[in-house]
């Protein structure tokens, strides 16, 4: 299964002072500075939309904004409460009830309740049902009674085997009782539809493809934060990392990753092994997206002074620092022509949206040459940030294997990798899932003859004596 993200130039720093979306880059794409901060923040009359069909919004706040009388509600006080409130909203403590009418008007585009305890039932369902982590990016007075803000929500839905995880961003309009001084409304809109109205049957349809099955390796990647996300793409804020690099041929390539895989398996100074991550980059920084580098990400915790030199002069070490990123996932084999047709549509809509998109882009392919093969594929809608093929990755073992019923032989493989497949395998007609070693399976689907194959991984090369089946058959 692979799963690839392209995004505009990521990796020009941000200074501290311009957190708040300052400057927007794509990682795979080229990267982004959006003019004002109102080109990601929406500003109020983009949180509450004037036209026609979102009058019901208006109707839910019992306040009229327009010609209010001089408030006497501390709404200064009431935005650094929400502050420090909104971040308990799905822990253990949860929020302060007590800051809400009881009649509070709850609306977002597939859910509506009208009291306190509904809104809460809700939050109460979330947490069993997605797991969901809650980030709170700014509050701010937007009218005499109103207070704006805008968050993240990140969730996984537990139910599902997979596990898959839905992304949520956009703004809250949260109206004031001025009798009492207590929310009364509370509105939500989501970045990544554009009919906000409930109940939005676009709302729910990206609540199903969030949905669908796909898969990354689990082993470590750069972290980031998801300032936005809209129908297009993703706004991330990505903290800083280390890469080993060098050039690459072209976007979609592999020419150079033996040299920086080989880094990692101990072609350094000291020998020194070090674990593998997600996912290996490509960076192009012209305008043809032809001057390229290929790069492996290093671990987090990793220093760059205390890491070994490479062996090889044309590999080099790297701090990328921190940034923010504009990036669009897809799956699929990554070919050259599907990879510029993705940076041209990246392109596209951030400059439809404001945004100045850098020069270049970054292709982030997540598929693991030590776990998942580029014929892995067949399942449907894998993660894919680019397949890699592992023939070309991990060239010391490029062994190709036969599976028959009842038999399995390597082709000149170590005799011990073969002895070990021996003894574990019990090769059944219908093959559905297999584990095997960090050797090349990349004409498997031809050579097998038999069943379906939906999903085939292989462990890591410090794995070979665990090799197992993972399926039922």
């Known amino acids: 299964m692979a799963t690839a993200h392209l995004s505009i130039q990521i990796l020009r ?19 982004t500075c959006p003019s004002p901060p109102a080109t990601l923040l929406k500003t109020r009359k983009e949180a509450i939309p004037t036209n026609q069909k979102f009058k019901w919004v208006r109707k839910l706040s019992l306040v009229d904004q327009s010609s209010p009388p001089k408030p006497t509600v501390d709404v200064e006080g009431l935005v650094s409460f929400l502050y420090d409130d909104l971040p308990h909203l799905f822990d253990d403590q949860g929020i302060d009830r007590t800051a809400y009418d009881e009649q509070v008007k ?13 809104y809460l039932f809700n939050i109460s369902l979330l947490k069993v049902l997605f797991r969901p982590l809650f980030q709170l990016h700014w509050v701010k007075q937007t009218g005499p009674y109103e207070i704006t803000t805008r968050w993240t ?3 996984k839905f537990m139910p599902l085997p997979w596990k898959p995880e839905l992304v949520f961003t956009g703004t809250s309009v949260m109206g004031i009782n001025p009798k009492n001084g207590k929310f009364c409304s509370h509105v939500d809109f989501w970045d990544c539809i554009e009919n906000n109205e409930y109940f939005s049957l676009e709302g729910l349809w990206d ?17 980031y934060k998801i300032l936005k996300r809209t129908a297009n793409y993703e706004v991330r804020k990505y903290t800083p990392f280390i890469v080993v690099e060098t050039n690459g041929d072209k976007l979609s390539g592999s020419n150079g990753f033996n040299a920086v895989a080989g880094y990692i398996f101990g072609k350094n100074s000291t020998m020194e092994k070090i674990p593998m991550t997600t996912p ?3 960076q192009a920084l012209d305008p043809e997206l032809s001057e390229v580098s290929i790069q492996i990400v290093l671990p987090l915790e990793k220093d760059i002074s205390s890491l070994p030199d490479p062996s090889q002069e044309t590999v080099n070490l790297r701090k990328v620092e921190e940034g923010i990123a504009a990036a669009l996932k897809f799956s699929g084999k990554p070919t050259e022509d599907v990879v510029r047709e993705i940076e041209k549509a990246l392109r596209s809509n951030l400059i439809k949206d404001s945004l100045k998109p850098k020069m270049g882009c970054l292709l982030a392919r997540y598929n693991d040459p030590g776990r998942t093969w580029n014929f892995t594929m067949v399942m449907d809608n894998v993660a894919n940030e680019n397949c890699i093929k592992l023939s070309t990755l991990n060239s010391q073992y490029q062994k190709t294997v036969t599976i028959k019923p009842n038999s399995i032989h390597s082709s000149a493989a170590k005799p011990f990798i073969y002895a070990t497949i021996r003894r574990s395998w019990n090769c059944r007609q219908n093959l559905e899932n297999f584990c095997g070693v960090c050797i090349c399976f990349h004409s498997c689907r031809q050579q097998l003859g038999m069943g379906t194959l939906k999903n085939i991984t292989a462990l890591s090369r410090g794995d070979r004596k665990n090799f197992h089946v993972t399926s039922s058959w």
Request: one cysteine or more.
């Open 280 to 282: 290996v980059f490509t």
């Open 207 to 223: 609540v199903f493809r969030q949905l669908r099955i796909y898969k990354t390796p689990d082993l470590e990647t750069p972290r």
């Open 153 to 155: 929500m990140v969730m």
């Open 106 to 118: 709850f609306r977002d585009p597939i859910t509506k309740h009208d009291t306190i305890s509904g």
């Open 13 to 31: 720093p941000i200074p501290a002072a311009c957190v708040s979306f300052q400057r927007v880059t794509t990682t795979g794409l080229p990267s």
